[in-house]
């Protein structure tokens, strides 16, 4: 007999199980947990049982060992410039992660329950302790740029509430911004993640980058909490509308009938208290359910990976020796052919690119011609309603004018020049994601063609600037002209001082305006060209290890095809074991 029962504490699920005569009550965690470490146990020991595999064993332990610690790892995460990290401050009590005005964060910061303490591990396995007041050093874009520093990551303990109960709470770097090594290394550790923080906020609808970032990682973790951050930024009214706006976008973007939306503001901690007590409930209630599931999407990508690696290996050690080098051959000038491709993308964004910066220098050119006849015109009659007054009158009239009508068109001015960004910015990303999909499709096509072979790649998204990052900030000098530093032109006629002034009014402005548009201009061509180098260099660094990885698969065959033939027929009867019990075991899960 067995049947579900709740458990008196922390509402946990147990199995009553009768059993001689009597009945003893397992809790489900424990049960669910000895199955899919049953499941784990034994996929490990299929991967290493070929050296083929062994980096997809060392993965499938590192999941035994989540599971045996009960550690989940959550991860903020969402656009730059959303509060993750102020957030995280606000959890904390305290103000000890960098945050700034400008996108911050440029690696993966781990939060653990213990004394306060900072640690650098860098990528060669070094580790180092640091002041807390240090960490600027290591985890802000502005002082490692680029991660020049190589750090894997920081391990920071602090004796928080939240963190006592096995969470691991981290904090990511901004997807989306011109840092674009960031939106990577994001994307990188969602795959270690068991739950999301999805952070938006009230100052900037739900936009492409955000819902195509949802898109693409929903498939990694297994539970999902949204954050709309700011809300002290609006009314309760302004906010009432955005949450349906945002509850909308969600659930298109998920694919699901409902979500939960925490309001939250990180300045002054208003809504944090929900969303963390909403976290600790699901951890006393569901963290086995959470864990499991989480382990369990990680353990079919694993699995997929290490399916598509072995079939190509059998498939290819069944070819004869000769046939085998003429395929690889085949295939070494056929990938040739992604060389072509690649440059024909590059091509379309560059042209797609090039149109950009001039739609948007056509605009500049013209709102600048607009601005300057409109501030003509208003200084035109300042200088006839005036010329009899004094010159300071005058003067002071203009400067009012530059102040306030002036630099509001500018700010126009700019607005124009984003929304012709916007527009066309997309195409631009569409071009990229889609032709990324082709060429990796080129090479498991070619596969299927010469060894009949299913490989699976992994898809990767790549996101260019969002729109925010091109923001230009007007240059606001403050107005000051010859005649304060010639005085004498006060004790001048008033008609003649006012006319110098009129003119010198004029021709500043018209500099003012000029100066502007060519700093708006050369930003945007600037980081626009900034976003296509490095994306350039990132796909084709990946693209060559995908080559790569396939031509030592094919390599290895060759080599002992040519001197140990027995040793191929046995690593084949062991990989086609493996493999089809990988495959069941697959298909359990």
């Not at 403050?478 to 005085?487: E, L, V």
Request: aromatic content about 10%; glycine content about 2%.
């Amino acid at each position: 007999m067995i049947e579900v029962r709740l458990g008196a504490s922390r509402f946990k699920r147990y199995y009553k199980c009768k059993s001689l005569k009597k009945y003893h009550y397992v809790e489900w965690g424990d049960l669910m947990d000895d199955v899919i470490l049953n499941i784990l146990e034994k996929a490990e020991k299929l991967l290493d049982t070929s050296n083929m595999c062994n980096d997809f064993a060392e993965k499938i332990q590192q999941l035994k060992g989540k599971i045996k610690n009960k550690h989940i790892v959550i991860s903020v995460v969402g656009q730059f410039k959303r509060g993750k990290t102020s957030f995280i401050n606000t959890i904390l009590g305290k103000d000890i992660l960098p945050v700034g005005i400008i996108p911050i964060t440029s690696v993966v910061t781990k939060l653990r329950y213990g004394l306060p303490q900072a640690k650098v591990v860098f990528k060669n396995g070094e580790e180092k302790e640091v002041a807390f007041d240090s960490l600027h050093k290591y985890i802000s874009e502005q002082e490692n740029p680029k991660n020049k520093k190589d750090v894997e990551c920081v391990d920071i303990y602090y004796p928080c509430s939240i963190l006592k109960d096995g969470i691991i709470l981290v904090d990511t770097p901004g997807v989306g911004s011109i840092h674009k090594h960031n939106t990577e290394v994001t994307y990188s550790f969602l795959k270690d993640s068991d739950a999301v923080i999805f952070m938006l906020s009230v100052d900037s609808p739900i936009n492409e980058i955000e819902k195509d970032f949802l898109y693409s990682v929903r498939k990694y973790a297994s539970k999902f909490y949204f954050a709309v951050n700011k809300i002290d930024m609006i009314s309760e009214k302004e906010l009432e509308i955005y949450l349906k706006y945002c509850e909308k976008v969600l659930c298109e973007t998920m694919n699901v009938e409902s979500v939960v939306i925490f309001p939250i503001s990180a300045k002054d901690s208003t809504g944090t208290e929900e969303i963390l007590s909403c976290i600790k409930t699901d951890i006393q209630t569901s963290i086995d359910d959470i864990l499991i599931e989480s382990v369990k999407i990680k353990t079919k990508d694993i699995l997929n990976n290490a399916l598509s690696r072995i079939d190509l290996y059998i498939s290819a050690s069944k070819i004869p020796l000769d046939d085998l080098e003429s395929k690889v051959n085949e295939l070494t000038e056929k990938l040739k052919d992604l060389d072509k491709i690649n440059d024909e993308v590059f091509y379309r964004i560059k042209m797609c690119s090039d149109s950009l910066v001039q739609n948007i220098e056509n605009i500049l050119i013209e709102e600048s011609k607009k601005i300057i006849k409109e501030t003509e015109l208003i200084f035109k009659n300042i200088y006839e309603q005036n010329i009899n007054e004094k010159p300071k009158k005058l003067e002071k009239e203009f400067k009012k004018i530059v102040e306030t009508h002036l630099y509001d068109s500018l700010e126009k001015m700019n607005n124009e020049g984003l929304s012709s960004l916007e527009l066309n910015y997309k195409e631009m990303i569409d071009i990229f994601n889609s032709n990324i999909d082709v060429i990796k499709a080129f090479i498991s096509e070619k596969l299927y063609e010469i060894f009949n072979v299913k490989y699976n790649y992994e898809k990767t998204e790549y996101l260019l600037s969002e729109k925010e990052d091109f923001y230009v900030d007007i240059n606001h000098e403050p107005i000051t002209f010859f005649i304060n530093m010639n005085n004498f032109i006060y004790f001048m006629p008033k008609r003649y001082a006012n006319k110098s002034i009129y003119k010198n009014y004029l021709d500043k402005m018209k500099d003012i305006v000029e100066r502007n548009k060519n700093n708006m201009l050369y930003n945007y061509k600037y980081k626009i060209n900034e976003s296509l180098r490095t994306f350039n260099y990132t796909f084709n660094d990946e693209l060559e290890m995908l080559k790569s990885e396939v031509k030592n698969i094919l390599n290895k065959v060759i080599s002992i095809k040519e001197n140990k033939r027995e040793e191929i027929i046995e690593e084949l009867k062991l990989l086609s074991n493996v493999y089809e019990e990988l495959n069941n075991m697959l298909t359990s899960l």
